[in-house]
């Protein structure tokens, strides 16, 4: 039953959250959670080790909260690095003091020290998820983020008899901060991970004699919802069900058109909400995550495994597998993904910008740099716009607050700064990337169109976009380098799907749009945490507005120091 979420019956949530650890709301609009970081022995893989927890779970405790309420995250740093953590997809209006990036909206909880999380859920509802936002500790430091509708307000789809949380992963047998450490010292890659895993667990596929395995409880004829969480650091995952067809209701917390789909597709930050109708013949069901990677570029490519298993069926029945799908399986990919749409109702419009005040195009791609001291003579660096990314040793959000200068320029191009056949061979020629702390300045309430280009500077592949602050909508994608002449006569403008992570398609494009209306600085970055530790990053910077209301709030109290 671990990781079991509650459904809206209080009575059905107390049974489960009894048999599970999962926190009940109360009736006040406050919710307050005591985090504890610490090192824990975790057996999840063939043995013990000490990870990086919050409270001693892996995954972390989910936060349960209701559309307008309050969260306040108490988190105490007992572990041996420093910390920050992230509220991933909530927008955190005007108050990006609680968004959590390392050294662009705060400086890091240093061991020993406390900091408090203190923010409001304003007009979202769905499933979102929290973790780690420095080094690469999120792999074990994350978990679940429930925001349930208003009290009397349903959802726009049948009422599930109960919700699970369904968290994918990735598992290292190594220390994870020392694995990367090294690895940045050679030049190289990290390793690839050990295993897969789905909340915590790789399933008895996995070649070892201790098989931790999720199981998921269910009665026939009734239906389900599972909110899936993709929280692998480098992987976009598949995700299906043996028997079972999935029908997808929400993505990133925003409500889509219903369809029915064999399997999913959830990048690194994605989450996707289905429900699942327990209609096949009473036994036990594989659920499976994988790789998905259509590029000449090594993946962990080992199958994680839970089991989705009908009430009274004995353990001892062997589960059915699901047909697994290639690991370049691009035709259902494109397919899985024209399917997601808004669902654009009355009470759930699709405001799509229409208007464009600023056009931009980012460039995004991997390269080289010298590095004498490295192994091969060379380092791996990413870049946006031809400049790599440096963090200062203040946050950003802190200099723009308090008008410190020297810290950051705001002139980050809405264009490359060197162009060629973005997608084509690649350039033989080194482009001059430079390392630098630029930021995008936009006014407030702008409209803002970006398109996101893969680039063949290294090689070319699919990179998932975060930006935090903000959903945008995805208005369109497209294989190939983007054609402003031709390629917004296919935009979707009335129904897009709105998400705040989203992959650029492998040698394609992106564009999404938004309103600036959030002001604060908000960073933008591939979630394949090995590019994000390579540079491939920025952040907006959006001016406060005229009044009061539309400005940054003033720091809290207990803002850790640098």
Request: glycine share 6%; hydrophobic share 40%; net charge neutral.
């Amino acid at each position: 039953m671990e990781g079991r979420s509650c459904s809206f019956s209080r009575f059905l949530c107390y049974v489960l959250c009894l048999a599970a650890f999962c926190v009940i709301p109360s009736e006040s609009a406050v919710k307050r959670y005591q985090f504890n970081v610490q090192l824990k022995n975790v057996s999840r893989i063939c043995h013990a080790k000490p990870i990086v927890t919050v409270n001693g779970r892996f995954p972390g405790p989910t936060i349960y909260a209701r559309e307008g309420d309050r969260v306040i995250v108490n988190v105490t740093n007992y572990a041996q690095y420093n910390l920050t953590l992230h509220w991933h997809g909530v927008k955190q209006f005007r108050n990006g003091w609680a968004d959590g990036p390392a050294y662009i909206t705060q400086c890091p909880i240093l061991t020993g020290r406390s900091y408090v999380y203190d923010f409001n859920v304003t007009e979202q509802r769905g499933t979102l998820w929290w973790h780690a936002h420095i080094f690469w500790l999120r792999a074990t430091v994350h978990g679940a983020i429930v925001i349930l509708p208003k009290k009397g307000v349903p959802y726009p789809f049948p009422q599930p008899a109960a919700e699970f949380n369904i968290v994918l992963g990735e598992w290292w047998h190594k220390d994870i901060e020392a694995m990367e450490n090294q690895a940045n010292q050679l030049g190289i890659p990290p390793n690839l991970s050990d295993a897969h895993t789905i909340n915590g667990k790789p399933g008895p596929l996995f070649p070892c004699s201790e098989k931790h395995t999720y199981t998921m409880e269910v009665e026939s004829n009734k239906t389900y919802m599972l909110r899936i969480i993709n929280a692998a650091l480098n992987d976009d995952l598949f995700f299906n069900i043996a028997g079972h067809n999935m029908t997808v209701v929400e993505i990133d917390a925003a409500y889509c058109k219903p369809f029915t789909t064999r399997a999913l597709l959830l990048t690194p930050g994605q989450t996707t909400n289905v429900l699942v109708h327990a209609a096949q013949a009473p036994g036990r069901y594989f659920m499976a995550a994988k790789p998905f990677q259509d590029a000449a570029i090594p993946v962990d490519n080992r199958t994680a495994t839970g089991i989705l298993q009908y009430k009274g069926v004995p353990t001892t029945i062997t589960p059915i597998m699901p047909p697994l799908l290639a690991k370049n399986d691009t035709n259902f990919v494109k397919s899985f993904n024209d399917g997601l749409r808004s669902l654009n109702s009355a009470q759930y419009p699709a405001i799509v910008p229409l208007h464009i005040d600023r056009d931009l195009l980012f460039t995004v791609g991997l390269g080289k740099d010298p590095c004498p001291s490295c192994v091969n003579g060379t380092r791996f660096s990413g870049s946006i716009n031809n400049i790599t990314m440096s963090r200062p040793t203040v946050a950003l959000l802190q200099a723009h607050y308090y008008k410190m200068g020297g810290v950051f320029k705001t002139d980050f191009p809405d264009r490359p700064t060197s162009t060629f056949n973005f997608t084509g061979a690649p350039p033989a020629a080194n482009l001059g990337t430079k390392v630098d702390t630029r930021l995008s300045w936009i006014p407030f309430n702008s409209t803002v169109q970006l398109v996101l280009q893969d680039t063949n500077l290294l090689g070319v592949e699919s990179h998932p976009f975060h930006l935090h602050g903000y959903n945008y909508y995805v208005v369109g994608s497209g294989v190939g380098n983007f054609d402003p002449n031709k390629d917004p006569a296919n935009f979707n403008l009335v129904d897009p799907p709105e998400r705040n992570t989203i992959a650029i398609p492998t040698a394609g494009w992106t564009a999404i749009r938004f309103r600036a209306n959030n002001p604060g600085v908000w960073f933008m970055h591939c979630h394949f945490e090995v590019h994000t530790s390579w540079g491939l990053t920025m952040a907006f910077l959006v001016e406060n507005g005229n009044r009061p209301e539309d400005s940054v709030v003033p720091p809290p109290k207990d803002l850790p120091p640098c």
